[in-house]
């Protein structure tokens, strides 16, 4: 697509909005990129948008910007039904995401990994099988690279992955993915979706606009996800750990295998798999899936998969002390995650869980903690509803405190030999911290000071 001399409105100045700005401006667009918090940038930052000629104009958001505007590409974290934006609809001026100028630019074929949880782990795993079998491999999108910025970097000999919330994907228009994973649906951000139709209707857009000779892996132990399959246009991959699948790949006896026309290949067994929990075989099969599909030798998906260790703030293993392992799933933000986490024990655990509630409904979550947790602990904002659902479910030994170090000390004071010390908040950070790898940053610094 040719941008030359278009008049282009960026939303948000946060990285996928400042990426996209670089990226139109490079490709010979006018850009203006606003952002209705004032923000002050680096010197830096600022030197490089005075060199791509953008205009940034922060802390205020008139109609006025609207005006000569010929398109406008709004970054994930802001609302479509924010005052700027209908006013462009009413204006009939498009509307679109940062991950729809990623597609227009990408000279190479995109893999997309969506889900409520799990995207992080299997997008930084698939790029690595693909690493693994010496593909030219670019990352980005909710992941901490710039999708559009990648996009203008990959070559057409390569290939660009890409990690996809909802927030991404509700944008799209004609973005479309060579290979999608879609790993689970439960609830979440239902305070941006409104309903659960909404929400995943946003992550069915991963497969939208596929066709044929492109493939779709879905996840056939969920049934909300399972029942997608009749409307993906490209090839359906199943993954179950429940049972064979025909074609994808399934696990069965502590062996992934992978398959394609009913013929199943055994890829790894558990011994050499280091991520625990059942989660973590589901975001295995799924990388085994579409990998296998796309050509990848066994070989190398075995080796990639036997070297990967996780990623940071998911189930990361920060230290053991005087008998007492701690680990931080400070990306753990809603309570689907926290469930898988808890399941992935066997230990006796000790919880670090609150922070900027998400309203959701806890009964699962605080059955499990009944049964699981020897010690819980919480904090944020979200303390008090979680102490009272905690005490409905009869969970017996509950503690609130009012920061991360007083809950990382008691934590520390209460542990016995053998114990695991979680965090996993099944909440957002935004009540004391930026960022959920802010909130597991402060954790891990805490605990490496023990």
């Not at 904090?379 to 008090?384: F, M």
């Amino acid at each position: 697509m040719d941008y030359t001399g278009s008049h282009i409105l960026v939303l948000g100045a946060g990285l996928s909005g400042i990426g996209v700005a670089h990226t139109l401006a490079k490709l010979g667009a006018t850009v203006t990129l606003n952002d209705y918090k004032q923000i002050e940038f680096d010197v830096e930052e600022n030197q490089r948008f005075l060199d791509d000629n953008i205009t940034v104009i922060t802390g205020q958001q008139d109609f006025v910007l609207l005006d000569n505007t010929d398109r406008v590409v709004v970054s994930p974290g802001i609302s479509l039904e924010i005052p700027i934006i209908c006013e462009a609809k009413k204006r009939n001026i498009p509307v679109v995401g940062e991950v729809e100028i990623a597609y227009e630019v990408s000279k190479a074929p995109i893999l997309g990994v969506t889900g409520t949880n799990g995207k992080t782990t299997t997008t930084s795993l698939l790029a690595a099988v693909l690493k693994e079998a010496e593909w030219d491999v670019y990352v980005g999108g909710n992941i901490g690279y710039s999708l559009s910025e990648q996009a203008l970097a990959v070559p057409e000999t390569g290939v660009l992955v890409a990690e996809l919330s909802s927030y991404q994907l509700e944008s799209i228009d004609k973005f479309r993915t060579k290979g999608a994973i879609l790993l689970n649906v439960t609830p979440d951000h239902l305070l941006r979706h409104k309903t659960m139709e909404r929400y995943q209707a946003a992550k069915e857009n991963i497969f939208v606009n596929q066709e044929l000779g492109d493939y779709t892996v879905l996840n056939f132990d969920t049934p909300i996800v399972a029942d997608m399959a009749e409307r993906v246009k490209g090839r359906v991959l199943g993954i179950s750990q429940i049972r064979p699948v025909t074609d994808g790949a399934y696990f069965d006896k502590d062996t992934c295998y992978a398959v394609l026309h009913g013929q199943a290949v055994p890829v790894i067994t558990t011994k050499d798999i280091h991520i625990p929990g059942s989660h973590n075989i589901e975001n295995i099969l799924s990388v085994i899936a579409l990998t296998y599909a796309l050509g990848v030798p066994v070989e190398d998906i075995y080796r990639a998969i036997s070297k990967f260790h996780g990623v940071e703030h998911r189930l990361e293993r920060i230290r053991a002390l005087q008998g007492v392992t701690y680990y931080n799933d400070s990306k753990a933000t809603n309570t689907d995650s926290t469930i898988k986490a808890l399941e992935s024990f066997t230990e006796p655990l000790i919880l670090i869980a609150g922070g900027k509630d998400k309203m959701t409904d806890l009964e699962e979550l605080m059955d499990l903690v009944k049964t699981n947790v020897k010690e819980l602990i919480l904090i944020g904002e979200a303390a008090q509803r979680f102490a009272e659902a905690a005490v409905k479910a009869g969970v017996a030994h509950i503690h609130r405190c009012e920061s991360m170090e007083e809950a990382v000390l008691l934590s520390a004071r209460i542990a016995e030999e053998g114990d695991i010390v979680l965090l996993s908040p099944a909440c957002a950070s935004f009540d004391w911290y930026a960022r959920f790898e802010d909130r597991g940053d402060h954790f891990r610094r805490l605990v490496e000071r023990l």
